[in-house]
């Protein structure tokens, strides 16, 4: 396959994440730090659900994994921050393994409900196992990330790693999609039985983007405990679930630019709204109903829109004259 485009999306990440960093103010530095986490969990979850067809309600939890993983790591073990994310990544892609092989023989809203309770025992665990994870008080004071001996100073600094992190995973996922992986996983999305018969080992597609659906969030999820240096768990309730969903749907399923426009539009949209107050959720249920009726293809689908070729008419049906004597 051409690298072209997988590297070119990357570079755009990189520049125009690169120009933001230096003409948004502190606070905004911030959210914009957030944004980019999530479109890293978005991304992920985009396997799942917009490549596999797989409605998942939990990946909150996954994402949680990840950061508990890394919290718990460097502040009652003492590791690095760099050893501590890729043992809480790959602890994080065997239990979603694990979890994954009875889960997925379920299909519709029951699997939509089963990884929902995912999430739920999650919360519930990581609320009351005070022993490991310190319950609804969380762990403070996780370590923050060095780069060649020196600390990561401030928000700006931390959005270039977290850019180049996005980056890396955006292209990945673009060379995914593209291959001949990618395009089972889409094949059982569309017609699972149609997909079986022509040889394709459907669960085990499954189970692999499942996987690979949870590996991006653990990812997303050490990310978030660096940046905070603090998690608890009502930072990954089955609330936040709903919300990637609703960035995957708002930005464009099946799409990276859609996942990752999603993510940043509404992590924004609630300062943009401030003025709303608690009025902003009407507004956000709102808006995801009007993108669900108008625009299914999300915010990515006006860029197919305005590509689109214009109709030509259709051209008049020749006029039959009769012949002399008929």
């Known amino acids: 396959m051409a690298m072209r485009t997988p590297l070119a999306l990357a570079a755009a990440i990189l520049a125009v994440g690169a120009l933001l960093s230096f003409v948004l103010p502190e606070y905004h530095l911030r959210l914009m730090n957030l944004s980019v986490i999530s479109a890293i969990a978005v991304i992920g979850l985009n396997f799942a659900f917009g490549y596999a067809g797989l409605i998942s309600l939990g990946?909150?939890?996954?994402?949680?994994?990840?950061?508990?993983?890394?919290?718990?790591?460097?502040?009652?073990?003492?590791?690095?921050?760099?050893?501590a994310m890729p043992m809480a990544i790959a602890a994080t892609a065997v239990l979603a393994a694990v979890i994954g092989f009875p889960l997925l023989r379920?299909?519709?809203h029951y699997l939509a409900l089963a990884t929902l309770g995912l999430n739920v025992s999650f919360y519930i665990v990581a609320s009351n196992w005070i022993s490991l994870t310190g319950g609804t008080n969380g762990i403070a004071r996780i370590p923050e990330l060095h780069i060649a001996g020196q600390a990561l100073p401030g928000e700006r600094q931390f959005l270039w790693l977290g850019l180049v992190v996005l980056a890396v995973a955006a292209m990945v996922a673009s060379i995914l999609h593209a291959?001949?992986?990618?395009?089972?996983?889409i094949a059982v999305r569309d017609d699972e039985t149609a997909a079986r018969m022509t040889g394709v080992d459907t669960t085990v597609v499954k189970i692999s983007a499942f996987?690979?659906?949870?590996?991006?969030?653990?990812i997303a999820g050490c990310l978030f405990a660096c940046h905070t240096r603090f998690v608890a768990p009502e930072d990954f309730t089955y609330a936040h679930s709903i919300t990637y969903?609703?960035?995957?749907?708002?930005?464009?399923?099946?799409?990276?630019?859609g996942a990752i426009f999603g993510s940043v539009l509404l992590t924004f949209l609630p300062e943009w709204l401030r003025f709303l107050g608690s009025a902003y959720l009407v507004f956000f249920g709102v808006l995801v109903l009007a993108i669900l009726v108008f625009l299914p293809t999300g915010i990515v689908g006006l860029g197919r829109l305005a590509r689109r070729p214009p109709r030509r008419p259709a051209a008049p049906a020749p006029v039959r004259v009769p012949e002399v004597g008929s």
């Open 179 to 185: 291959s001949r992986y990618g395009r089972a996983m």
């Open 245 to 257: 969903l609703a960035m995957l749907i708002v930005g464009g399923e099946s799409s990276i630019v």
């Open 211 to 218: 996987v690979l659906s949870a590996i991006y969030a653990a």
């Open 106 to 108: 379920l299909k519709g």
């Open 59 to 83: 990946h909150a939890a996954f994402v949680g994994m990840g950061a508990y993983g890394v919290a718990i790591l460097t502040t009652r073990y003492g590791w690095s921050p760099w050893l």
